[in-house]
Nanobody, 123 residues
Framework: EVQLVESGGGLVQAGGSLRLSCTAS????????IGWFRQVPGEERVGVSC????????YYLDSVKGRSKISSDNAKNTVYLQMNNLKPEDTAIYYC????????????????WGQGTQVTVSS
């Protein structure tokens, strides 16, 4: 059974930082793309950052470039998203997702999803 478990969300003031973690089980981690996606009520889910564990190539949403870094620890089957200089517009539910042999950050392409973790940035 494939499982993706997120942690690290919370409430933070604008300008603060958070590190989200996504730990996967039931997959061959190195064969997967793992991504972080966010969703605000009433809006579509969007890709924030994705990493392809085959070659560690990465993708970032324009609005988080320079403020976020995605990394992968294949020994721990865990992907991290470090987010700095957080802004109120970063407030959303953040989901971790995975797809075998993925090569993009389109949420429609991702198959396995975690339950989500709330990130709230106060002004």
């Amino acid at each position: 059974e494939v499982q993706l478990v997120e942690s690290g969300g919370g409430l933070v003031q604008a300008g603060g930082s958070l590190r989200l973690s996504c730990t996967a089980s039931g997959i061959i981690f190195g064969d997967y793309a793992i991504g972080w996606f966010r969703q605000v009520p009433g809006e579509e889910r969007v890709g924030v950052s994705c990493i392809h564990n085959s070659d560690f190539s990465t993708y970032y949403l324009d609005s988080v470039k320079g403020r976020s870094k995605i990394s992968s620890d294949n020994a721990k089957n865990t992907v991290y998203l470090q987010m700095n200089n957080l802004k109120p517009e970063d407030t959303a539910i953040y989901y971790c997702a995975g797809v075998e042999h993925g090569d993009n950050c389109d949420p429609n392409a991702y198959v396995y999803w975690g339950q989500g973790t709330q990130v709230t940035v106060s002004s």
